[in-house]
């Protein structure tokens, strides 16, 4: 007798409900969290293209959280989210901690990388669009481009130790190493295939059964009652493909200050990878005798958000993407192209828990870079819910 697995998605919501609903234990705690956004993003420049190179229209966010404290030192959280991708399983994992300065996680989660992922949730950052360093679905020319550097969240399978250590009641240390599945590719492949790291693939395995490895490292200072200042820098190695003959390293550095009402953060996001230029294909320039490619992607934001009162929130953004390295004669990218974008946006606060999102961006798509060329605005309204 054969049984049919249960989807991914279904899976999760039972494995919520399931923990919702068990018998109350006197030592187990509990907290449930969600939020959901809908945008509707209009671009002009795309009307009546086929196929379009940007999700239009509506689109919806979706996440549903479960917190479970078992005891002072175990503690368990599970998230599913649905979007443009379907339902997704970002999070599933333990911690076990036994100090401040030491706490181990293990299951499937996002690795510490960077400053944005700990606020890439909608509800937890003031723009529909992610900055382009970590976008993933929102921006234009996006299946040229293949996202991002870093598309964010970016959950794998494996183990990360960290933690933090304050040295006075003003400085504060955090760490974290991890080693995890790694992202993937087929054999041949010109990039990373992020589809692949999907839970919705069913099985999301190693291809190549050798972790990626990474790291954290950022200190914090206080330097008054509503200011700090945040430096942080990140690394990860992994190879992609099946035999292990290609590699991928991302490095990126980041900066944060809370000065008051004002926030301002800025990142900068490198990857350098290798992958092998199949003879059979045409490339733009001359290909190594040995086959072997090198490109690199980089990505870049800063942005300063400042609270005007309680209910309403201004935002300006510079953000942007550099690639440089060999392409296919058939791609509408040259061996340096490069992305620059600029928004203005704002955030009200309608009702408790109810925000509205509103922003306009200006895209400069370059082939001569640094000079900017083929100018396409776009436009951003969205209303966020959160519990």
């Known amino acids: 007798m054969s049984l049919s697995p249960l989807p991914l998605g279904g899976l999760a919501i039972w494995s919520l409900m399931g923990i919702l609903s068990a018998p109350e234990a006197a030592a187990i705690e509990r907290s449930f969290a969600g939020s959901a956004q809908l945008d509707y993003h209009l671009v002009p420049g795309?009307?009546?293209?086929?196929?379009?190179?940007?999700?239009?229209?509506?689109?919806?966010?979706?996440a549903l959280k479960v917190a479970v404290d078992v005891s002072e030192?175990?503690?368990?959280?599970?998230?599913?989210?649905?979007?443009?991708?379907g339902f997704e399983l970002p999070m599933a994992y333990f911690d076990y901690r036994l100090a401040d300065e030491l706490n181990i996680r293990v299951g499937r989660f996002s690795p510490s990388f960077g400053s944005f992922n700990l606020r890439h949730d909608p509800a937890n950052h003031s723009t529909s669009s992610k900055p382009l360093p970590y976008d993933m679905g929102r921006m234009l020319r996006m299946d040229l481009w293949n996202q991002g550097v870093l598309p964010s969240p970016f959950p794998d399978n494996g183990i990360e130790v960290g933690g933090s250590h304050w040295f006075n009641e003003r400085t504060q240390l955090d760490y974290a190493v991890y080693a995890v599945s790694g992202f993937k590719a087929a054999q041949g492949s010109t990039d990373l295939e992020w589809s692949r790291s999907l839970s919705s693939n069913f099985y999301v395995v190693d291809n190549n059964d050798r972790p990626a490895v990474g790291s954290r490292l950022a200190l914090t200072l206080r330097i008054g009652e509503a200011n700090d200042i945040t430096a942080g820098a990140s690394g990860m190695y992994g190879t992609y493909d099946p035999q292990n003959q290609h590699a991928y390293t991302i490095l990126g550095a980041d900066l944060a200050a809370r000065l008051g009402r004002t926030q301002i953060r800025m990142e900068y996001l490198v990857r350098r990878q290798s992958y092998s230029a199949d003879p059979a294909m045409a490339f733009q320039l001359p290909v190594p005798d040995d086959g072997r490619e090198v490109f690199s992607k980089h990505g870049y934001y800063l942005e300063i958000e400042r609270g005007l009162g309680q209910v309403v929130a201004v935002l300006a953004r510079v953000d942007g993407l550099y690639r440089d390295g060999n392409v296919l004669v058939a791609s509408e990218l040259t061996p340096e192209s490069a992305i620059f974008r600029y928004t203005v946006g704002a955030t009200v606060a309608v009702h408790l828990g109810w925000r509205v999102k509103a922003s306009a961006e200006l895209w400069a798509f370059s082939d001569a870079f640094p000079n900017h060329q083929r100018l396409e605005p776009s436009f951003h309204l969205a209303i966020v819910g959160t519990f």
Not at 46 to 62: A, K, L, M, Y
Not at 73 to 85: E, T
Request: aromatic residues 6%.
């Open 73 to 85: 030192r175990l503690s368990a959280n599970v998230k599913v989210c649905h979007g443009c991708h």
């Open 46 to 62: 795309e009307d009546g293209r086929d196929p379009p190179r940007v999700f239009e229209g509506f689109t919806s966010e979706v």
